[in-house]
């Protein structure tokens, strides 16, 4: 599966462009949204994975504040409030599903989250234990944002 490395529709950087524009209307800066490759987090590290590969949109908090959230058709899901809407139990394996792509939400194949489970295929050179390790270690992290 060499070509899966070569996928690289993965982490976002949020560029903010400065115009010096000349007594045009204030200037917006809006944030445009830039597909950079995906980097290779530990795979042991829910911390890690979820601070290089969610929290540009999600925030480093999970609450849906990141950087790139302005630019976001659909906001960001607040993480923070997983349990809270799901009356009080935190839906691990809805969140595993939605890391994968499958989930049958409506929050699924929205072109705005990006699908992971074929890129952390593609950063553990398809070991499926890896990717499994991967998509645990997130779930788990992002268990310990709820809000109590
Ligand atoms: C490019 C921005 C972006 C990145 C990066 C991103 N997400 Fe999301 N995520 C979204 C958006 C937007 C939604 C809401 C989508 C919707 O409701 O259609 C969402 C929704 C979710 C949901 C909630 C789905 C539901 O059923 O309510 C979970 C869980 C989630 N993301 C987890 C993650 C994890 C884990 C990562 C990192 C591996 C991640 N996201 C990275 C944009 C992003």
Same mark, same amino acid.
């Given at each position: 599966?060499?070509?899966?490395?070569?996928?690289?529709?993965?982490?976002?950087?949020?560029?903010?462009?400065?115009?010096?524009?000349?007594?045009?209307?204030?200037?917006?800066?809006?944030?445009?949204?830039?597909?950079?490759?995906?980097?290779? %987090?530990?795979? !042991?590290? +829910? /911390?890690?994975?979820?601070n290089?590969?969610? #929290? *540009?949109?999600? =925030?480093?908090?999970?609450?849906?504040?990141?950087?790139?959230?302005?630019?976001?058709?659909?906001?960001?899901?607040d993480?923070?409030?997983? %349990?809270?809407? !799901?009356? +009080? /139990?935190?839906?691990?394996?809805?969140?595993? #599903? *939605?890391?994968? =792509?499958?989930?049958?939400?409506?929050?699924?194949?929205?072109?705005?989250?990006?699908?992971?489970?074929?890129?952390?295929?593609?950063i553990?050179?398809?070991?499926?234990g890896?990717?499994?390790?991967?998509?645990?270690?997130?779930?788990?992290?992002?268990e310990?944002?709820?809000?109590k």
């Amino acid at each position: 599966m060499r070509v899966m490395k070569f996928i690289s529709l993965a982490v976002i950087l949020v560029v903010i462009s400065t115009f010096a524009v000349a007594q045009a209307a204030p200037a917006q800066t809006a944030p445009t949204v830039k597909h950079v490759p995906i980097t290779n %987090a530990p795979s !042991n590290s +829910g /911390k890690e994975m979820f601070n290089s590969y969610c #929290a *540009v949109c999600h =925030g480093k908090d999970g609450k849906g504040n990141g950087p790139a959230a302005s630019a976001m058709k659909t906001p960001p899901t607040d993480l923070t409030l997983l %349990a809270k809407n !799901n009356g +009080g /139990k935190y839906p691990s394996s809805h969140v595993a #599903a *939605v890391i994968k =792509g499958q989930a049958t939400t409506p929050s699924h194949g929205s072109q705005d989250m990006p699908v992971w489970g074929p890129l952390f295929s593609s950063i553990s050179q398809g070991h499926e234990g890896q990717v499994q390790q991967r998509i645990t270690n997130l779930v788990t992290y992002i268990e310990g944002l709820q809000a109590k």
